[in-house]
């Protein structure tokens, strides 16, 4: 049974460890499989590594103007397909001879055509050889894009199975075929040659035709067999010596020794390394994000779901990344790394906003082919994006931040590529596309911040300033029913507010949690002494019902805030703004009646839990100093700066800023915040000296 609780009591801890696991696998598995080529060059400038002599033998390959030159000359130089259509002879043969007997129907006994009608077969073979004749050798029509070819233009004629160049010369048109029949047939041995002369000419269609399939078929195939490659560099060739000036036939040699190196290392053993080596340093930047949310972000790395949140964005860029570099037409510039600091500083720091984006920085580095320079560029956006305080309450201030980011990259890739060109002329001035592109999708910021927030449980600047807004319909129920209640909400906030900008806790939220941590009262607000204008209800019960009335506006506010859907954060200021702490009057008015009675002390606590919070501490404190100092008549200076010690040192003995993340410094800052306030919101007067007495 232990050792099942033991087990039991380890498994947050396990599945914690299992989750990283699973990040540094799904990371790993997008990284290529292939070696990569460890120099970094560019055309024209100086290499700047030791010499290089070719590991082994290699072709260089074609430059891509060669190869369109190329591939051009081929495409004029191809001849086309053109297909003979073998049974066109015979139907037309069969056209002629139905022709031929009607025509000699019309003829018959006609002594313009006594041979005909006393030989018609001699004329009708004669007419049917003369067909195949012209029919064998082909009559050709001409597709639109070789009408205007020469005679000596080649083409391919497919005669069923057998493809023949030829040129067109050799062919009939249809105008050629017809010529011939008028230059024939006088020399034809026949007496009356004209009775054939319309019957043939009226047989004569094109049997050869250009077929645009076959032409596009052959054509791939021998685009596809074009040469790459153009020369050999010999194993221990150099091919560039340090401080030489990269030139174009050397730019082509590298680019040829590159590909060749990191596709001869492309699976088996080798790539099987290549994957461990990715693995490891994958496991190296995720562990040691890991370890930096174990030590300076504990908060995130104990709760599943916000170490989920954090674990999601190196995992989500790392696969967008992987989806860009496999996109031929898009660029990993243009993917907005600065979303995910924008949004993590928002419901955070910007420390662990800007360790994540050196994360996702990092990883994105190794899966993308641009370089250092992607490297260098996003870097530096995120630290524009966390030094400029980017705020998504105000839609000015994001859009100058936006434009700030939009400045920083453009300078920087134009320093980075004078450094690499030498010139304006060879700047890629296309990447400025990807980059405005990026800083245009880095304002889906905006609205990923209301969804994340409400996925993960969240709250952002956004929801706060929603929430402040004294017509919210918990905020008008609480002024009408309680308004001494809503008075003193209102004070408690700009206490709290004012010490949280001193200490660097977040103002807005101990603000917006001010107005709403005592929205229990709403329930009974006559029991609360802010809303009596008359008899005081407590004078006509029992002092333990009274401390359970006063208690009950913790609980009662916690159901009417979940009722209402507020944020869980807000609810905790609620549960905490009285901590455990005891109804201390009405507990020593029970005494006083009850000396001899043992006394039940839960029954006058508050059931806390402690503020965990430097902002859940410090709304507590200026709840408390606020309800204390108003119950001074007159008070001076020192009376105000009395009665704030005495709280605050009475919160410290028992216990109830233990678990806050308040330091004793940063209390003392806000105990001066509160007497400076207190002070002029009460018009203490100043104490004078006496005067002594003149001798």
């Known amino acids: 049974m232990s050792q099942a609780k033991t087990i039991a009591s380890q498994l947050p801890h396990i599945t914690r460890y299992l989750l990283i696991l699973g990040v540094i696998t799904f990371i790993s598995l997008l990284f290529p499989n292939s070696l990569q080529f460890h120099f970094q060059f560019e055309r024209g400038q100086s290499w700047r590594y030791d010499d290089l002599l070719a590991p082994f033998d290699f072709a260089v390959k074609k430059t891509d103007e060669e190869m369109q030159a190329a591939l051009a000359q081929l495409q004029s130089e191809f001849p086309p397909y053109y297909e003979m259509n073998l049974d066109i002879v015979k139907a037309q043969q069969k056209s002629f001879a139905e022709a031929f007997r009607q025509q000699l129907l019309l003829v018959k006994g006609d002594s313009q055509f006594r041979e005909v009608n006393a030989a018609p077969d001699r004329y009708l073979n004669y007419g049917l050889q003369f067909l ?13 894009a070789h009408k205007n070819q020469g005679k000596d233009f080649v083409i391919n004629c497919l005669r069923g199975n057998v493809a023949q160049e030829q040129t067109l010369e050799y062919f009939l048109t249809t105008d050629k075929a017809k010529a011939r029949i008028s230059d024939s047939l006088p020399y034809s041995r026949l007496q009356e040659p004209e009775f054939l002369f319309s019957l043939l000419e009226n047989t004569i269609t094109p049997n050869v035709r250009y077929n ?16 790459d490659t153009r020369g050999m560099v010999r194993k221990g060739d150099t091919l560039v010596m ?34 461990v080596g990715y693995l490891l340093l994958t496991l190296l930047i995720v562990g040691i994000f890991a370890i930096y949310l174990w030590m300076f972000a504990p908060a995130v790395f104990r709760k599943h779901k916000e170490l989920i949140f954090i674990l999601i964005w190196p995992t989500l860029y790392s696969y967008l990344v992987y989806v860009v570099e496999n996109a031929d037409s898009l660029s990993a510039y243009m993917i907005p790394f600065c979303i ?58 994001f859009f100058l931040s936006l434009i700030y980011l939009f400045m920083t990259l453009a300078v920087a890739f134009l320093g980075l590529s004078l450094i690499q060109e030498g010139t304006f002329s060879q700047i890629t001035w296309s990447v400025y596309v990807w980059i405005f592109i990026n800083v245009f999708l880095t304002m889906l910021a905006y609205p990923l911040i209301p969804l994340l927030e409400r996925l993960f449980g969240y709250i952002s600047p956004i929801t706060l300033m929603e929430l402040s807004d004294m017509n919210r319909p918990l905020l008008r129920e609480l002024a009408i029913k309680a308004p001494g209640t809503l008075q003193h909400s209102l004070q408690v906030g700009n206490l709290a507010e004012a010490a949280a900008r001193r200490v660097g806790a977040d103002t807005l939220l101990v603000k917006t949690a001010a107005l709403y941590h005592d929205l229990g009262k709403t329930i009974h607000p006559e029991y609360f002494i802010e809303n009596q204008s008359g008899s005081n209800p407590h004078n006509d019960i029992p002092f333990l019902d009274s401390a359970q009335r006063i208690i009950e506006h913790v609980t009662e506010g916690v159901q009417i805030a979940k009722k209402h859907r507020l944020p869980n954060i807000l609810i905790d200021f609620i549960r905490t703004h009285h901590g455990t702490t005891r109804v201390e009057y009405f507990y020593r008015k029970y005494l006083e009646i009850n000396p001899e009675q043992p006394v039940d002390e839960s029954l006058f606590r508050y059931p806390g839990p402690k503020p965990r919070s430097k902002e859940e501490a410090i709304v507590m404190l200026a709840d408390s100093i606020e309800a204390a100092c108003k119950s001074l008549k007159n008070p001076t200076e020192t009376q105000i700066n009395d009665m704030i010690d005495k709280i605050t040192n009475g919160k410290i003995a028992n216990g109830q800023l233990e678990d806050s993340r308040l330091t004793f410094r940063e209390l003392e800052i806000c105990k001066k915040e ?22």
Do not use: C
Not at 244 to 270: H, P, V
């Open 132 to 144: 195949e004749r012209l029919y064998e050798q082909g009559i050709i029509e001409l597709n639109a």
């Open 212 to 227: 645009a399939e076959l032409t596009a078929r052959f054509l791939d195939d021998a685009l596809s067999k074009i040469p």
């Open 242 to 275: 340090r401080g030489n000036i990269i030139t174009d036939e050397t730019y082509q040699k590298l680019i040829s020794l590159k590909e060749q190196y990191e596709q001869r290392i492309t699976g088996g053993a080798s790539g099987r390394l290549v994957f």
């Open 340 to 397: 995910a600091p924008i949004i993590i500083k928002t419901f955070y720091n910007n420390q662990l906003a800007f360790f994540t984006h050196v994360t996702i920085i990092l990883l994105a580095s190794f899966l993308s082919s641009l370089g250092y320079e992607f490297t260098v560029l996003q870097l530096l956006a995120g630290i524009v994006v966390v030094l400029s305080n980017i705020d998504t309450r105000n839609w000015s201030r």
């Open 674 to 695: 509160f007497k400076k306030l207190m002070k002029s919101v009460h018009h203490a007067r100043i104490e004078y000296p006496e005067e002594r007495k003149v001798q």
